[in-house]
């Protein structure tokens, strides 16, 4: 390489432009060195070095929200610069801000190494916030790799649990299977489309903008189509879309709590982000197929994810499954996108709702669980409220707004939603979508019921289920942590201006 | 209108809910009591004073209006207050049952008592909100405000079967909210006003009104709904069972004043917005609201056992006099309806209040099983029979000129109908009775003189009879003076002034 490229790349703005990716790499790497170098007693400084980086990285971007120029394309088009990308951005170090918390309540309880789980949520970070604004299916596949490897390894980060390693290998498993079909997709499209040149500039079929304008040309290339829809698969994933959602149950409840967390939040919303890069941008020729497609996944996953929740006592098992479902919801969403553009913005309301309650619920999850997290049932929840009203009431406002009930945040992020079906005519799935939120009730309610309801139980015969210990009390941090999340889901259900103004159209 | 008036009625609605947030950060007890006594106080001051403010000439309008941005401006979503003669009357029961429920709570005694009083000061914010937005979408925001609370209370201080109840009215009433919300939704992006400011959704209906077919499957959205919510027969099944297991206050406000939502919001959305739809659906309303609540429920209340159990069924049989006064879509039928459900509102909380102190006294809900209280709690007795009384629909109750006006309307739509209606209040009568002479008169059965032989009865004292007096002056009032509610909703209903009823007096 030339010496005048290199300083033609170094004088361009186009590192700034990924100032807080590159930090967030730069600190992952400097969590490391910190091990090596400070005495052992200062190692537990680690987490809180973690958590400062992000929340630097995260008031940086906040504060720099506007200051992009909205479709700049930099590395010659590996990356696209974008507001819902800034939106991306933001949520993400939000959520991985959230899981350094929730790592500090639970990892102190295993005897496993500490350091680099904060490298690796960091890393993974990094690599969800290029993923949500790549622009080249390179630049995409590497980005979602890297992210997908990262949680391979959080996933069986218990690595002495047999229920964590069980889980690791079946994401593994089926997300190596996934990776498969998405690069397969990837391959057709490049094969498809092959390569364009236009004006002494050679565009490939890895470039969102060439397969965009191939398949406006070619609207009814098989190959393209079959690719485009492969993609989308791997893509389904992410999300936990029917059918690609059967690993969801097992690998929740065998990870980590803060992993779980982060699966069900970060994991979940970068599928939203790819999803509606993808549908609006390389694929958006493809309407006519996406619409029918996207309307099954939706349907059959709203049934799906309520109907296998209802059974379910384990409390991670319930949040991988209602999971399911509310990425039903989100995928009516998608699709009303298609004739209602302001939906997508809806999708990112109901993603941050979704996110403040979630990480509530996990907050109080991570301290009702004893040292083993993946056997958490409904039941142990009993006399939370007495013994523990203060998470009692974070539990309460966490399930209420995943429920949906007003005044809470998640009843603003359906009603938006379905605000946006209506105006796209999409009646038949509103009606599932309402079937499945009543089916909904009964579980979230029956959690609220074990907290808050003093129920009956005989008492325990012998000595196979002894008496729980009372949950440890949160310290001021989870304190706050929780009370804000709280607050914001309280505060968003009926004053919805601070996401309202860069989420919506005004 | 006088600004400060409105800044009144949002004070009204904030009251109750920001008690409710100051106690549930960690107010002492003590003080808790009694900011919660202020809290229940202070919206029906309000309440009064907007009342007789309230400009009677044109009372269709709103008066008191409000704006408050929420940051859905572009959604036409605002936080938008104000009454007009339809609403406040309802804001007035509200504010009276909620005072009444509220004392009534004070002296309960029961455990957890701070948690209980927060519950039910957001019940009551809620309340107050419905019916004084005018924003169709806080109009539901506030129903289900005032909403959740009422599960959580069923759950924690219920009765019998309480978990049951409390589930069973969860998913019923989650279903019928989600049912009128989509109805709601439906009226928003349909009528082209892209708001859902009443005020503007009537404006958008009056330039152009929405097409038939439309108006028939909205109307019938809303129709299931509302009808879920305020157990239109088949669909009432969680109304005894939850008012049975309901603690008394909850069940006041409930059966009271928050199971009329459905009935406002048919009054006051549907009929302006939707009035083909509901005609489409008139017929087929009238015969499940006929024969169903007033006839077959009426004969079920009959056969109950259980005191609360039978006021559950009797207040689904009187939903149904409502629904057949609205099926007759005239101005007469209208404003009997909101005369009928502020009467049955007072009539209904007195009788839930009532049963408790009879349990109180008796230690059981079961009739067979009581006799011959009038002889050692002379006033509860007076009080349980006047409020009985008042539920017949006696002369002198404000019940009584809803039930006429009702009937008038009703035989315009249907001679038959109106046959099955008065045969209901029949019906009424015979289980109203039996269930007083069971309770007050008669020998003591052999349980209950074991009870009192323990625990000797003692008449009300001025703690429960407080909060029996508010509703029954209030009662008595309306039955003497319905033109204090007939005038405003007259007018409402007819911008032209012309004379309803003439029940004066």
Known sequence: MSTELLKAVAASNEWWALGPEIILACAALGLLVLELVTPKAQHRFIPHAAGMALAVVLAGVALNFGKIWDGEELFGGLIRLSMPGQVARVFFLLSSLLVCFLATVCLPRARVPRVEFYHLLLVVTAALMLLAQSNHFVMFFVALETVTIGFYILVSYYRERASSLEAGLKYLVLGALSSAILLFGIVLLYGAVGRVEAGGVVHTGFEFGTVLTFLRENPGNFLATAGALLVIGGVAFKIGAFPFQIWVPDVYQGAPTPVTAFLAVSSKAAGFAVLLLLVHGAFAPLAGVLVPVLSLLAAATIIFGNLSALTQRNTKRLMGLSGVAHAGYLLIGVVASFTVPWAAGAVWFYLFTYLLASMAVFGVMAYVAGPDDSGEELDHYARLARERPFLGAVLAVGVGSLAGIPPLAGFMGKLLLFVAAFHAQLYGLLAVAVVGVVISIFYYFGWIKAAWFEIWTPPAAGTDSPARPLPAGPKWVGVAALALLTFATVLLGFFQAPLSGWLLPR | ?505
């Open chain 2, 1 to 505: 209108m006088n600004p400060s008036n409105a800044q009144l009625l949002q004070l009204a609605i904030a009251t109750p809910l920001g008690a409710a947030l100051i106690i549930a950060c960690g107010l002492p007890k003590r003080f808790s009591t009694k900011l919660a006594a202020a809290a229940f106080t202070a919206p029906l001051l309000i309440a009064l004073w907007l009342w007789s403010q309230f400009p009677a000439e044109n009372a269709h309008q709103y008066a008191y209006l409000s704006t408050t941005y929420t940051g859905l401006a572009a959604f036409g979503i605002s936080l938008k207050l104000g009454l007009n003669g339809i609403a406040l009357p309802m804001f007035l029961l509200a504010a009276i049952v909620g005072l009444a429920a509220g004392l009534y709570a004070l002296r309960s005694g029961a455990e957890r008592l701070k948690l209980y009083l927060v519950l039910l000061l957001v019940m009551h914010g809620g309340l107050l909100g419905v019916f004084a937005s005018v924003d169709i979408f806080f109009f539901y925001f506030f129903h289900e405000l005032a909403l959740i609370p009422t599960f959580i209370m069923v759950g924690i201080w219920g009765g019998r079967d309480r978990n049951y109840a409390a589930m069973k009215l969860t998913i019923y009433l989650t279903a019928g909210a989600m049912l009128s919300l989509l109805g709601l939704i439906a009226l928003y992006v349909k009528s082209g006003a892209n708001s859902f400011d009443l005020i503007e959704l009537k404006d958008a209906v009056a330039a152009q009104a929405l097409a038939g077919h439309t108006q028939n499957w909205i109307g019938g959205l809303l129709l299931l709904g509302f009808g879920t919510l305020v157990s239109l027969w088949p669909l009432h099944t969680w109304a005894p069972l939850g008012y049975g297991a309901a603690p008394s206050s909850a069940a006041m406000l409930h059966a009271g004043v928050l199971k009329k939502f459905g009935l406002y919001g048919l009054i006051q959305i549907a009929i302006p917005l939707i009035p083909l739809g509901l005609q489409h659906w008139a017929w087929k309303l009238a015969l499940l609201a006929g024969i169903g609540n007033v006839l077959v429920v009426g004969f079920v209340t009959m056969a109950q056992r259980d005191l609360k159990q039978m006021l559950g069924y009797s207040s689904v049989m009187h939903m149904g006099y409502c629904f057949l006064g609205i099926a007759a879509l005239s101005t007469i039928g209208t404003g009997g309806v909101v005369l009928l459900m502020v009467a049955h509102g007072l009539s209904v909380a007195l009788l839930f209040l009532l049963a408790t102190s009879i349990h109180h006294r008796t230690h059981t809900f079961d009739l067979s099983e009581m006799g011959g209280l009038a002889q050692k709690t002379p006033v509860l007795a007076a009080f349980f029979v006047a409020a009985t009384m008042a539920g017949i629909g006696l002369p002198g109750f404000a019940n009584f000129w809803g039930e006429l006006t009702v009937f008038v309307a009703l035989w315009k739509f249907s001679h038959a109908l109106t046959a099955v209606a008065v045969a209901g209040v029949i019906i009424s009568a015979v289980y109203g009775l039996r269930a007083a002479a069971r309770v007050f008169f008669g020998p003591a059965s052999e349980q209950l003189q074991r009870v009192t032989a323990q625990h000797p009865p003692a008449d009300l004292d001025w703690k429960e009879k407080l909060p029996a007096l508010i509703l029954l002056a209030a009662l008595l009032l309306f039955g003497f003076y319905p033109k204090a509610i007939s005038q405003p909703v007259d007018q409402a209903l007819n911008p032209a002034p012309v004379t309803l009823t003439a029940p004066a007096r």
